[in-house]
């Protein structure tokens, strides 16, 4: 019941958000296309509901040729790269994108994944593959909901935590799903979104 119901939420709430955020969706994809070469959206491939991948969509914020660039990291962003899968300042970001990610408007895109049913509006953060090591044995569990736009470790620090603490925040969501938390998470989310709390 719980699934279904939140399915159906989904799915409303983020075509009617299309809908009325069609303008900002607009004005973004123009200061994109004049700011830097490239497409207006980044498409990367994720893990969701069961291990079944998917593209998640999101607007560009770095330079065209980012995946290439990330060869030529110093060795502390090297690091950095590789216990958090982000950097705090990467040098491959574009101005618009700096401001898209602080005001996390560079996931907006996100809401076509849910349409398609490949994201719910509040769940774990999509990972790619090689995050599940982090997992270890609860990785089937991390995988037993769909990712979510935001979620649980979204709202409790996001970048500002570890990876470990990123983990058993996000686990502590699964083993205490309800439509209670979920809307509590909403609320916090727009909290954090308005303080731009951990958001790079």
């Known amino acids: 019941m719980y699934r279904a119901t939140k399915r159906v939420m989904n799915f409303v709430c983020s075509f009617v958000g299309l809908i009325v955020l069609s303008p900002v969706f607009l004005i ?62 990467d040098p491959r970001t574009t101005k618009i994108g700096e401001f898209l990610r602080r005001t996390s408007l560079d996931e907006l895109p996100q809401l076509i994944n849910i349409i398609k049913g490949d994201m719910s509006i509040v769940g774990p953060r999509p990972i790619i593959e090689d995050e599940l090591k982090w997992y270890g044995d609860n990785k089937d569990k991390l995988l037993s ?34 439509f209670c938390l979920d809307i509590k998470i909403i609320f916090r989310t727009l909290g954090a979104i308005i303080k731009k709390d951990g958001a790079r």
């Open 145 to 178: 909901v769909k990712p979510g736009l935001t979620g649980w470790w979204a709202v409790n620090g996001r970048s500002n935590v570890s990876y470990p603490e990123r983990c058993d925040l996000e686990l502590y969501y699964v083993d205490h799903i309800s």
């Open 28 to 89: 973004i994809s123009l200061l994109i296309k004049a700011s830097s070469k490239g497409p207006v959206f980044f498409l990367h491939e994720r893990i969701g509901l069961n291990g079944k991948k998917f593209k998640l969509i999101k607007f560009r914020t770095m330079v065209d040729n980012a995946e290439e660039l990330i060869n030529n990291f110093t060795p502390e962003q090297m690091k950095e790269w590789k216990e958090n899968y982000k950097l705090k300042h």
